[in-house]
């Protein structure tokens, strides 16, 4: 492509910026442009062995702004008009500079007139400074190193932390930047042109003021406090950091500073938040996306882990992950809990910075009741022994501790003096105070609730070591938990995932849930639950039949303390059982009635085996009564020494045969009843029934 000036002269200067080739002349380009006077001078002598030897040529594939800033250059270079536009002003700023035409050269040079131009109409413009931010992505190092960053982005946020009172421009110029492909906001101010005010050096002219400002009187309603969210998130993710940073400077509120960082990441990071510059809200049906988040589209082509984050999508996405992450304010509850988990999942998949993600792992800790399930979830990028990163969880619990035994630790009285109070930004209180101090109390016990549904949900996984379930379960203190329904229903999932836990095992397993904090509900699952240990079935029935007396017996005791203070019925009768059975809940008088049913059975089983033990007792008095029948006497004497043995046989054999009934006799005395009459022995004197111990073997 070849562009040649209009004029009568023939062409003795060939400049090529890239695929472009210029035809122009050496004398305006030496009389305003040090550069090419150095760049002519030196081709001179190769100019001979050219095609044209009177015609040099010159390479400028480095210019700033590349063939169009270079072409509005030499058109200055030989007198003609040039338009200043926002659009234009930051590259012909860079080539001006790359071209070297100062003030040396001639008075009012292009580096004179473009610097002018910035610093007194762009850089008073809300929406040309923009313009010139978005247009400075293709120029570094140069619009670095010219300022023209610096200055735009605190032009930006001087403009951004100004009384919206006071705001008079046209707050929105999305259209104008070309940021992506993205539409412009609908609303106010909107509906302008689609390009910037075209300005010329002659200076003056009104279009960049008309179009910033904003005088119409139907117009002078108060612009919402987030009003410049959508133009700044067209800004390269550098330069967005370059303007939060001012920001911060000048003193916005924090609040207002993680809305935008929010609003930006739903704009260049798709599917991390909702569709809003505010995220979704912590109980949305959004909570139930997929694990893959915002990176959908990177990973749905196929590949391995690894090879996701080496993609360059994938670098330039981990590359705003990083920048969001190091530009968030420190304060609590500047961004929602549910932002910091999907962008911290985010950070994992990509391969974010360590130190990045811990430091986002203790932001999340600090939060950690406000998370929601779903959002909690998050998947073991490059790892193969579980689905869930637990070890993930395990460390958000331990920063979420940490920073409540610190809080507990400042909030203490220390030297007699209370706390300061919390610093005001423009103008008002940060929300951070009124939200800690209302969910301080309850964090833990969310937070317990949080991690049972967590561990429910992660114990069907078969590769989940019982080390890690038991550690995880146990990260909170005991007073976290008022109730352990929750951590039953995840040991019992435990239990269902792993059928082949030894009974050590599963006794281990058991010890991280306490007995005596299960609900009634609970109970009678567990006294029904074949997964359990023995014991901690016993455990459990003996823990509701304590709570259960315990019930009555405090029933019974607040009834007869209000009969004693009671002054108007001093003579009232004491509370019948009925009456303490009616005062008594419906699900302890169930577990009473299914109590007294199984003592019952166990009494008649006892009887029965009463029965047949005193049925035994006669059937051996009988045979004891004919063995001594048929026994001779033994008050014959043996006659010879040889005989005496025969005798005695028959005398032992009686002798052993009465030990063994009276011991039976005795023992069927204590068996028989209070009286300690057996049928069958009339002879027998009643002896004291022993007492036996009880034994629910």
């Keep these: 492509l070849s562009r040649y000036v209009n004029s009568d002269i023939p062409s003795d200067l060939l400049v090529k910026v890239g695929d472009v080739s210029f035809h122009l002349h050496k004398y305006p380009m030496i009389s305003r442009s040090g550069r090419m006077s150095r760049l002519i001078y030196e081709t001179a002598s190769a100019a001979a062995s050219s095609v044209v030897p009177d015609t040099a040529a010159v390479d400028l594939d480095d210019v700033p702004g590349g063939a169009d800033s270079f072409e509005l250059a030499a058109r200055f270079c030989y007198g003609m008009a040039v338009d200043l536009t926002a659009a234009n002003i930051s590259g012909l700023r860079c080539a001006a500079e790359y071209l070297e035409m100062t003030e040396d050269l001639e008075e009012g040079n292009l580096i004179f007139k473009t610097e002018a131009f910035l610093s007194y109409v762009v850089l008073s413009s809300w929406r040309d400074s923009i313009v010139v931010l ?39 110029g999305s259209g104008a930047t070309g940021g992506g492909g993205r539409p412009p906001r609908a609303g106010p101010g909107a509906g302008g042109g689609t390009a910037s005010p075209r300005w010329n050096l002659g200076g003056g002219g009104g279009g960049g003021g008309g179009d910033s400002k904003e005088s119409s009187p139907g117009r002078q309603a108060v612009p919402p406090a987030d009003w410049w969210f959508e133009d700044v998130s067209v800004l390269r993710i550098d330069h967005f950091v370059r303007v939060v940073t001012a920001i911060k400077v000048k003193g916005m509120r924090f609040d207002l500073i993680g809305a935008a960082i929010t609003h930006y990441a739903s704009k260049w990071l798709p599917g991390l938040t909702k569709d ?22 990177i990973i749905a082509g196929g590949g391995a882990k690894d090879d996701i984050a080496a993609s360059a ?32 999942r985010l950070a994992i998949m990509l391969k974010a910075a360590p130190a ?23 998947p073991s990028y490059g790892r193969a022994d579980t689905a869930y990163d637990v070890d993930l969880v395990q460390r958000l619990v331990e920063h979420f501790l940490v920073q409540e035994q610190t809080e507990m630790a400042s909030s203490s009285p220390g030297r007699g003096e209370p706390p300061p109070p919390p610093p005001e930004y423009y103008g008002a209180r940060t929300a951070a105070a009124a939200s800690s101090a209302a969910a301080g109390l ?65 006794k ?18 567990a006294a029904q639950n074949e997964r359990l240990p023995l014991r901690v079935v016993v455990q459990v029935l003996f823990s509701e039949q304590v709570k259960i007396s315990n019930a009555l017996a405090s029933s019974s005791g607040a009834a007869g303390v209000t009969g004693a203070l009671g002054s108007k019925a001093p003579d009232a009768p004491p509370p019948t059982r009925r009456q303490l059975l009616d005062g008594t809940p419906q699900s302890f008088q169930d577990g009473w009635a299914a109590a007294k049913k199984d003592i019952n059975t166990l009494k008649f089983e006892l009887e029965s085996m009463k029965a047949k033990y005193l049925e035994l007792q006669h059937e051996m008095d009988a045979l004891q009564k004919q063995v001594e029948r048929g026994a001779p006497s033994p008050a014959v004497g043996p006659k010879d020494g040889g005989g005496g043995g025969k005798n005695q046989g028959p005398s032992a054999w009686s002798s ?34 022993r007492r036996w111990r009880n034994s629910i073997s």
């Excluded at 997929?290 to 589209?297: F, I, T, Y």
């Excluded at 986002?360 to 998370?371: H, P, S, T």
């Design 134 to 172: 978005k247009s400075c992505e293709g120029l570094s190092p140069w619009a670095e190193n010219l300022q023209i960053v610096r200055r735009c982005s605190e032009s930006i946020a001087w403009k951004a932390c100004a009384n919206p009172r006071g705001v008079r421009w046209a707050y929105t």
């Design 276 to 297: 809003g510059p505010h995220g979704g809200a912590l109980d949305e049906p959004w909570a139930q996306a997929s694990p893959g988040g915002g990176l959908h589209m």
């Design 313 to 344: 999508p994938a670098r330039e996405q981990r590359m705003v992950v990083e920048s969001l992450i190091s530009i968030i304010p420190p304060q609590r509850d500047t961004v929602s809990c549910g932002f910091l988990l999907r962008l911290l």
């Design 356 to 378: 990045l993600v811990t430091e986002l792992e203790k932001r999340v800790g600090m939060q950690l009741e406000q998370a929601v399930l779903a959002d909690l979830l998050i």
């Design 442 to 506: 309850n964090a833990k016990a969310r937070v317990a609730r949080l991690l049972d549904s967590y561990l429910s949900e992660v114990s069907r996984d078969r590769n989940l070591s019982l080390t890690k379930f038991q550690v995880l379960a146990e990260s909170l203190p005991e007073s976290a938990r008022t109730c352990d329904d929750g951590l039953y229903r995840a040991v019992d999932s435990y239990l269902k995932a792993h059928p082949t836990l030894t009974e050590h095992e599963r």
């Design 508 to 525: 281990r397993l058991c010890r991280v849930m306490d007995c005596q904090k299960l609900s009634f509900d609970a109970c009678m699952h």
């Design 656 to 689: 052993g045969w009465r030990k063994l009934g009276r011991l039976a006799k005795m023992t069927g005395a204590d068996a028989a009843g209070t009286d300690g009459h057996v049928p069958g022995a009339p002879g027998e004197a009643p002896r004291k029934p």
